[in-house]
């Protein structure tokens, strides 16, 4: 069973659509993440929330936004998609602040 | 607010040799302490962790990595490595602190061959 799982894996749209990167976790853990992973492989924090917290990364554009119908689900929507926005996202999810993350297998995503 | 540098971009190695890979780091606060690899294709896995005590930590697949405070480092080595080893790798840092966020280093190419 997949402890992070997100859908879709590939993602190609072109600039100015609406898209939504869905991602359930079955661990049971309290906080969950969005990564985003760039060309060169560099990963930047974008989102950390739990059932009573959101922190957001003060860079990511507001075009983005992380939205959770429960524990198990954070899903990414984003509007106004632009070239820039390409990039690998990963969810993850931890049980405490000192734990470890738990990774899914990223969504790649390609405005055109 | 702390930071990750991997000082080496690409470490190319034979198989069997060993291997470090560096990562120093700086933070206003006391901090744990991450390696996570990436194959490709795929998400990040931890190999191992320093949260506290023994500043010598053992992690999965014969890697162990050293905490050195003085010099605020956190490398990584392997006796020996195999074809298998070669992947991506990624030092990161979360200050103790409620609220702070893992921040992930540039990534390291370990590259190994035959």
């Known amino acids: 069973d997949t402890a992070v799982s997100q859908t879709p894996k590939y993602l190609v749209t072109q600039m100015g659509n609406d898209k939504s990167i869905k991602c359930e976790q079955n661990l049971g853990h309290d906080t969950m993440y969005w990564y985003k992973q760039d060309s060169k492989k560099f990963l930047k924090i974008m989102f950390s929330y739990n059932n009573k917290e959101l922190i957001i990364n003060e860079t990511v554009p507001n075009r983005f936004s992380p939205k959770s119908p429960d524990k198990a689900h954070l899903n990414l929507h984003i509007n106004s998609l632009e070239l820039g926005d390409s990039a690998v996202y990963f969810c993850?999810?931890?049980?405490?602040?000192?734990?470890?993350?738990?990774f899914g297998n990223g969504t790649r995503l390609t405005v055109t | 607010a702390q930071s990750v540098t991997q000082l080496d971009s690409q470490v190319p190695v034979f198989e069997e040799a060993p291997v470090e890979l560096r990562c120093n780091y700086s933070s206003s606060v006391s901090v744990y302490l991450f390696w996570y690899v990436q194959y490709p294709n795929q998400g990040l896995q931890l190999l191992l962790k320093?949260?506290?005590?023994?500043?010598l930590v053992k992690g999965i697949n014969g890697f162990e990595a050293e905490f050195n405070k003085s010099q605020t480092s956190f490398h990584l080595r392997k006796p020996s490595v195999h074809i298998s080893d070669t992947a991506e790798y990624f030092c990161a840092v979360r200050g103790r602190n409620a609220g702070n966020m893992l921040t992930f280093g540039g990534g390291t190419r370990l590259m190994v061959k035959p």
């Open positions: 993850a999810s931890s049980q405490h602040e000192n734990s470890p993350l738990h």
């Open positions: 320093y949260l506290s005590g023994s500043t």
